[in-house]
C-alpha cells in the first residue's frame, strides 16, 4: 500500500515590537491549542507540523501587548501559504501587522478583525 506523506512544515513567529515590548500569542488550529506563550523581543515560537494532504491545514493566533486589543492572523492557511512558504513561514510581528518575506520580497499584511 502506497502511503503519501509531506514534509514538515515550520511556521517562525518572532517578536519585532517597536518598543521593545513583550509579546503575548496563543495559536490554534480547529483541533490544537498550542497555549499561551510570552515572547520578549526579538524571540521567536515555532510551529511544525505535517500539512494536510487535501490543503485543509490553518493556524490562526492572537497577539496582544501591553494593554492592548487582541489582534487576530491566521500565522499558516495551506490554501494561500503552501506555495508562498516552501517548507518554513517566517513572521516579525510589528505593531501595524505581520510581515513576511515572499519570494525574497517583504511583505506586510494588516490585522484579522
Same mark, same amino acid.
Given at each position: 500500500?502506497? *502511503? ?35 515572547? +520578549? ?9 505535517? @500539512? ?16 492592548? @486589543? ?5 500565522? %499558516? ?5 503552501? %506555495? ?13 501587522? @505581520?510581515? +513576511? ?7 506586510? %499584511?494588516?490585522? *484579522?478583525?
Amino acid at each position: 500500500m502506497l *502511503t503519501l506523506t509531506w514534509a514538515n512544515t515550520h511556521v517562525f513567529i518572532t517578536n519585532g515590537l517597536e518598543g521593545k515590548e513583550d509579546l503575548h500569542i496563543h495559536c490554534k488550529t480547529k483541533d490544537d491549542d498550542l497555549g499561551p506563550h510570552v515572547l +520578549r523581543i526579538n524571540q521567536t515560537f515555532k510551529i511544525t507540523f505535517e @500539512p494536510n494532504y487535501f490543503f485543509g491545514t490553518l493556524f490562526f493566533c492572537s497577539f496582544q501587548w501591553g494593554n492592548g @486589543p487582541f489582534l487576530y492572523y491566521d500565522v %499558516y492557511n495551506q490554501g494561500k501559504d503552501y %506555495y508562498k512558504c516552501d517548507d518554513d513561514c517566517t513572521w516579525y510581528v510589528h505593531k501595524d501587522g @505581520p510581515c +513576511r518575506y515572499e519570494f525574497q520580497a517583504r511583505k506586510c %499584511y494588516a490585522w *484579522t478583525t
